[in-house]
């Protein structure tokens, strides 16, 4: 399995930008699938985007359609979540997640997941 370590949450305020990171180890690791998640308190972990292996497939929550971007840069081996437009609902504690399959997919099981980073968002 591949490791994870993300950065990047922090606060800010509603309207304001934050980019996310996920440094992605292993062997294969260009290979794998990503995506990102997030949970907010008393709510269950929900899909937010995802990353096929080459970049070249996209998949968004429909909920962040428009304001946030996923990439990656293999050569790095980082994922980044860019975040725009922010409002107090984007607050929760977000994840990066790998998948074998390569095509970070909604559907996709992600077995490999990062330690979460805290984004809040004030008003």
């Known amino acids: 399995q591949v490791q994870l370590v993300e950065s990047g949450g922090g606060l800010v305020q509603a309207g304001g930008s934050l980019r996310l990171s996920c440094k992605v180890s292993?062997?294969?690791?260009?290979?794998?699938?990503m995506g990102w998640f997030r949970q907010a308190p008393g709510k269950e972990r929900e899909f937010v985007a995802g990353?096929?292996?080459?970049?070249?497939?996209?998949y968004y929550a429909e909920f962040v359609k428009g304001r946030f971007t996923i990439s990656r840069d293999n050569a790095k081996n980082t994922v980044y979540l860019q975040m725009n437009t922010l409002n107090t609902e984007d607050t929760a504690t977000y994840y990066c997640?790998?998948?074998?399959?390569?095509?970070?997919?909604?559907?996709?099981?992600?077995?490999?997941w990062g330690q979460g980073t805290q984004v809040t968002v004030s008003s």
């Open positions: 292993g062997r294969t690791a260009s290979t794998y699938g």
């Open positions: 990353i096929s292996w080459s970049g070249g497939g996209t």
């Open positions: 997640a790998a998948e074998p399959t390569g095509w970070g997919t909604p559907t996709s099981t992600f077995r490999s």
